[in-house]
């Protein structure tokens, strides 16, 4: 599994994930944390900005982790 660099205000965390959405679920469900009209940035080369870098909207990442908690 690739390494991913997960950004949201207050908060950098690295880990291995399947894509950058799994990133984002992982980083939410392991600390507890769900944003409210943030973007999350994801990488694959480190922390800062870089034209690579995904950007994800919170309301995607919610979805997608309600979807998991249905698919249970």
Do not use: Q
Not at 18 to 30: F, G, I, Q, S
Not at 39 to 68: T, Y
């Amino acid at each position: 599994m690739p390494k991913y660099y997960v950004s949201i205000p207050n908060l950098n965390v690295v880990l291995t994930a399947n894509n950058t959405m799994d990133a984002c679920v992982k980083t939410a469900l392991k600390h507890g944390c769900v944003t409210v009209g943030l973007l999350w940035k994801v990488s694959e080369i480190g922390f800062g900005g870089h034209p690579e870098d995904e950007v994800i909207d919170d309301h995607e990442v919610v979805k997608e982790i309600n979807r998991r908690k249905k698919k249970k």
